[in-house]
């Protein structure tokens, strides 16, 4: 399961990342519209209430990880009634100081470390559905020195800083993935990874994209008949299982296509075509341009971002 997560998370990019302490006193509540971006945050002391549009609200207590990995709109505030506050997640603040929220005197009652980050693959929308809306991991305190971890990198300006924060925000996906319970979770990466058949097609098709892979082919690898198989594919991922091959594949594929070094019959080859003329119909198809205009495009990407 955890190299499946891995590969997942290795293609989704992390980086970017952004940290601020948050804290609420008395009557307080605040509610963000939609941002689409992950965010994260862990509860260092007290307790709150969160309400994720869709979701049943939580209680977060100290010690809780949340991880958002869309962030829909959201409602975080103490237990008395009250009229939160709007909130626009795409206004940065300018500081990283701790936000307070409620009555400015006093104690708190709740102190958050919360932030967020970017995903730059091409596939982050496909990616991302795989996952659950909202991941809550109660008492998790290897997750919690994580996102300290995070929030005191994000604030330095030392040598390698960027390449440690998405170290970081890697390995704190994995690990929030990997102990998120799976029990009611939605048709997803998940739940298909926590059945234990469904998993064994998952591996396959991950570690081996250049395989021929059929129904019946992953069938046999999942000990099951192909339509006992497909049926609890789809029940568990949530699309049949030669959609998700095909989806996986073209995601390998954009990120080959992005080396220099590899050419076009090498990159067919490593993700299950006989030639290139066939891997170029089939990207063509899925992504809606030819592999070698795509490449070109991500190639210019970068320099145009050094050039800005």
């Given at each position: ?209 250049d395989r021929p892979w059929t129904i019946a082919t992953l069938a046999k690898s999942a000990a099951l008949s192909r339509s006992a198989f497909f049926e609890r594919f789809v029940q568990t991922v949530g699309m049949p299982p030669m959609e998700y091959l095909l989806a996986w594949r073209m995601a390998v594929a954009k990120r080959l296509l992005q080396r220099k070094d590899l050419g076009l019959a ?43």
């Amino acid at each position: 399961m955890a190299d499946a997560l891995s590969e997942v998370i290795a293609l989704l990019q992390p980086s970017a990342v952004y940290a601020k302490g948050i804290s609420g006193a008395g009557r307080w509540g605040v509610r963000y519209t939609p941002f689409g971006q992950p965010s994260f945050c862990v509860v260092l002391e007290g307790c709150c209430r969160l309400q994720v549009d869709g979701e049943a609200a939580v209680t977060l207590d100290a010690g809780d990880v949340v991880l958002l990995p869309a962030t829909p709109a959201f409602t975080l505030s103490g237990f008395e009634p009250v009229t939160p506050t709007p909130m626009d997640p795409h206004i940065d603040p300018t500081a990283t100081d701790e936000v307070r929220h409620g009555s400015p005197e006093g104690p708190v009652d709740v102190r958050l470390l919360g932030g967020y980050f970017e995903f730059d693959s091409p596939d982050a929308a496909l990616l991302v559905s795989l996952l659950p809306r909202l991941v809550h991991v109660r008492n998790a305190q290897r997750l919690a020195m994580l996102v300290q971890l995070i929030g005191e990198e994000s604030k330095q300006q030392r040598a390698s800083r960027e390449l440690v924060l998405t170290r970081l925000v890697e390995v704190l996906l994995i690990e929030a993935l990997r102990v998120a319970p799976s029990d009611g979770a939605p048709p997803g990466l998940l739940r298909g990874l926590a059945d234990p058949r469904v998993a064994l097609a998952l591996r396959d098709m991950h570690q081996h994209p250049d395989r021929p892979w059929t129904i019946a082919t992953l069938a046999k690898s999942a000990a099951l008949s192909r339509s006992a198989f497909f049926e609890r594919f789809v029940q568990t991922v949530g699309m049949p299982p030669m959609e998700y091959l095909l989806a996986w594949r073209m995601a390998v594929a954009k990120r080959l296509l992005q080396r220099k070094d590899l050419g076009l019959a090498h990159i067919a080859e490593r993700v299950g075509y006989g030639s290139a003329s066939a891997f170029s119909t089939a990207f063509r198809r899925s992504v809606g341009q030819p592999p070698g205009r795509y490449a070109r495009l991500a190639a210019a990407q970068p320099e145009q971002a050094r050039a800005a």
